[in-house]
């Protein structure tokens, strides 16, 4: 249980190319989402929690036109790459927390990499 | 903010040989969670400690929350190759942040 599945698995764009992200609960509800970002060798850094029905909360730094995020149902959460730049290629890795858990725990979906050319 | 530290950063053993990695939160936690992620793969939970002193083991794995929780430990007794991965904490009270992780290198 607790499955997290996240699509693309990989994508490759041209610069100025907006590019989405699903993340999806597959066997559970999930009232909050986590969008992350890992570049390599690091730790991962939260970009915005995604709360259903409602804006996300984005982290200090992190530019909310350029990253939407939507959370339309309980098991599906996007994520937007508005206008794509070389310095926005990453991992993105989204977790889902479950509607009822404690809000610590995450099950995280396989990841997304991102490259801009 | 709140930061938390793991260290250390890498960590090579022989097959067999024990690890541990350790987990430094700036501030007290509500409880720490641990997490495995295999390289080119996504974190996976392992474990959550709640109570001040808590410990828990999983066969191998034996895992440790302070008395003040602030820090924590992850223990590897008889390292295998499977081991191998980056071990993350990661604790907070309203919004959790992730410690540095710490990379294990299994030498076969």
């Known amino acids: 249980g607790a499955v997290v599945s996240q699509h693309p698995s990989r994508v490759i764009c041209k610069s100025g190319t907006s590019v989405k992200i699903e993340c999806r609960s597959l066997?559970?509800?999930?009232?909050?989402m986590f969008w992350y970002r890992q570049f390599p060798k690091q730790s991962l850094m939260l970009m915005a929690t995604s709360n259903e029905g409602s804006k996300a909360t984005y982290e200090q730094g992190v530019e909310k036109d350029k990253f939407l995020i939507n959370h339309a149902s309980l098991t599906l959460s996007t994520l937007t790459v508005t206008s794509a730049h070389p310095e926005d290629s990453s991992f993105y890795i989204c977790s889902a927390v479950l509607a009822g858990g404690t809000q610590n725990t995450q099950y995280f979906g396989p990841g997304t990499r991102l490259t801009v050319l | 903010g709140q930061q938390v530290m793991q260290i250390p950063q890498y960590q090579h053993v022989q097959e067999g040989e024990d690890f541990t990695t350790y987990c430094n939160s700036s501030t007290t936690l509500s409880n720490i969670q641990w997490y495995k992620q295999r390289p080119g793969g996504h974190p996976v939970f392992l474990i959550q400690l709640v109570k001040s002193g808590e410990v828990k083991k999983q066969k191998r794995l034996t895992f440790q929350f302070g008395e003040a929780k602030k820090n924590s430990s992850l223990h590897i007794t008889a390292t295998q190759t499977t081991d191998v991965g980056t071990y993350f904490c990661s604790g907070g009270y309203q919004k959790v942040t992730f410690g540095t992780g710490t990379k294990l290198q299994v030498i076969p």
């Open positions: 066997d559970f509800q999930a009232t909050t």
